[in-house]
């Protein structure tokens, strides 16, 4: 008998020990790597300062404890939203140095080495995103914990149908990865639901975000195409 037939709370509506926040670290400390590739052209200079900012996140990460979120902590979670909206600005303004070099034509026509830095770009994006929506639904991860919101900001497939899952389930950090990837590369929700304005207009930021990047990427791959028959045309 499921809990929504037995009349008990499902999880994600009372207190629970809270979700992990390793997950999330680990994906932060993958993107340092990623940042660190980037090439200088492409990152608001100087170069080390969207890699630790990121790296000054991961640590307050850290800083809160890598087990479960669950506890009263405001100050260091404003530290963590403050760098979030930081990195957030930097990679977008990687985004606009990206389309801006290949409009102008300044960093080549090599579709492998752009299309590499685009990837980076974009796993940044998708990333920096996921920690929005792990960071703001219901209040973020402690508050979430606490079980003291009625209503979803973000409704889960497991949350109408609880026949889906165990009983003590909970959104993770991972399902707030898939809502990003799936939202980047499908432009609408796919399987979970924005019903507050901040997620409604989080979406929409990410996707015409993320719809520029892949316009520019095509654009990149078709320039080529056309040098390369342009070189065979002239041999």
Not at 48 to 65: C, F, I, K, N, R
Not at 93 to 110: C, E, K, P, R, T
Request: hydrophobic share 45%; aromatic share 8%.
């Amino acid at each position: 008998m499921s809990s929504h037939d037995s009349g008990e709370l499902p999880a994600w509506r009372r207190a629970t020990a809270g979700a992990h926040r390793w997950p999330a670290a680990v994906t932060i400390a993958a993107v340092i790597g990623v940042q660190v590739l980037l090439p200088d052209r492409l990152v608001i200079q100087p170069g080390w300062l969207l890699p630790g900012l990121s790296a000054l996140l991961l640590l307050t990460l850290v800083a809160l404890g890598p087990g479960r979120a669950a506890g009263d902590h405001r100050h260091a979670r404003k530290v963590a939203l403050s760098l979030l909206l930081v990195v957030s600005a930097g990679n977008a303004g990687s985004a606009v140095l990206l389309v801006g070099h290949i409009l102008d034509g300044s960093i080549g026509d090599q579709a492998g080495p752009l299309l590499a830095a685009g990837a980076g770009v974009y796993l940044t994006n998708v990333v920096v995103f996921s920690l929005w929506y792990w960071e703001f639904d219901r209040g973020g991860p402690a508050a979430r914990a606490a079980g003291t919101q009625e209503y979803p900001d973000l409704l889960f497939p497991q949350m109408t149908s609880p026949g889906l899952a165990p009983r003590d389930w909970e959104p993770a950090y991972v399902d707030y990865l898939y809502l990003a990837f799936t939202n980047a590369t499908a432009f609408s929700p796919t399987d979970v639901l924005p019903l507050k304005p901040w997620a409604k207009l989080t979406m929409l930021a990410q996707s015409v975000i993320h719809e520029r990047s892949d316009v520019s990427c095509v654009y990149v791959v078709d320039k080529e195409r056309v040098c390369r028959r342009s070189r065979c045309t002239r041999s």
